[in-house]
């Protein structure tokens, strides 16, 4: 995968998430079962906090009772593979196979606890990114899975969506909602249940990104953190490479032979990313969000969002309400 295509991805991005009304929960064993019931609590809740006339649809099954159904029916579901996080959810190949068939099939999935272990073997295992609780993070690294840095308790990534928990999945649901809601209705269905989402989950999906694809390299590292500790004020190639004690021209290279693309195109996503957080997240003017994030003027940053993210910051922000 190209780093360059992968960050013109916008970081939480919700334009993959469909209408979350078929639910389909797949556990590892009945004892689970019972414990689904806290899913089920959380649809009913919206139903009737959005007086639906049709209930969502919501079954529980484990891998090997699954029905088999055609593909139009997988491809209307919101598929939870859920596990607790006290041990990795052991699958064998038959029933992994049935795993990746799903994941395939269906509108979108959300991975709990153990359930990110479906993803092993498939296409999908290095290219998503993760939120991995700590108690599995050391067997989901091992088994080539991306987990996200420790702290962040779910991800969105495309149409694969992971929480560390059942807890942290009810918070993960509200933001998915605002797909199908609007941000304003998602949270306030949030206050009606008890649950909020206080900022973003998941900052920094960039600087995850370009860990993995330089392998960690020092410099590199060095040279983003020193980028986004002056997103406001930008610096230039030579005065970043000053900072660091390295050359230029040493700065280059690593870029170029790690990540295949300049220290500047980098900086310009992080840049970006930012920019996108503030225009979902605050009521902050185009004006200040220009000045906050280095492009100076309104027209600059409208012209480098709609580059990048294929809609312009108001449209953006528009689409969380």
């Known amino acids: 995968m190209n780093i360059q295509n992968t960050l013109m991805t916008p ?7 469909g209408p979350i009304q078929g639910i389909t929960i797949i556990v590892p064993d009945r004892s689970h079962v019972a414990l689904a019931s806290v899913f089920r609590d959380f649809f009913i809740s919206l139903d009737q906090f959005t007086n639906a006339e049709t209930p969502r649809d ?13 593909q139009a029916y997988w491809r209307n579901r919101t598929v939870v593979f859920w596990a607790d996080f006290h041990a990795r959810w052991q699958l064998d190949q038959k029933q992994l196979g049935r795993a990746h068939q799903i994941l395939r099939l269906s509108r979108q999935c959300v991975l709990v606890g153990g359930g990110v272990f479906v993803l092993c073997k498939s296409v999908f295992a290095s290219r998503t990114a993760l939120a991995v609780h700590s108690n599995l993070r050391f067997v989901a690294e091992e088994e080539g899975l991306f987990c996200i840095d420790t ?8 149409r694969i969506c992971s929480a560390t928990s059942i807890f942290a999945a009810l918070r993960l649901f509200l933001r998915l909602l605002e797909a199908e809601m609007g941000g304003f209705s998602a949270a306030t269905f949030g206050d009606y ?17 370009i860990k993995r694809y330089s392998g960690g390299d020092r410099i590199i590292g060095d040279c983003v953190a020193v980028m986004l500790e002056h997103l406001e004020y930008t610096l230039s190639i030579v005065q970043i490479a000053r900072i660091m004690n390295v050359s230029s021209r040493q700065l280059q290279r690593r870029f170029a032979t790690q990540l295949g693309v300049s220290p500047l195109t980098i900086y310009r996503s992080l840049r970006l990313e930012r ?26 940053l409208v012209r480098s969002f709609k580059k990048q993210f294929g809609m312009s910051p108001t449209d953006a922000r528009a689409k969380m309400f």
């Not at 919501?58 to 055609?70: A, E, G, K, R």
């Open 275 to 300: 920019a996108s957080q503030l225009v979902q997240q605050t009521s902050y003017s185009m004006h200040e969000i220009a000045a906050a994030t280095g492009f100076g003027t309104r027209s600059s």
């Open 151 to 158: 702290g962040a308790p779910f991800a969105i990534d495309g």
């Open 11 to 17: 970081m939480n991005d919700l334009s993959a998430i």
């Open 193 to 209: 249940v008890g649950l909020e989402v206080s900022g973003e989950p998941f900052h920094g999906k960039q600087e995850h990104l």
């Open 58 to 70: 919501l079954s529980v099954y484990t891998l090997d009772s699954c029905p088999s159904h055609d």
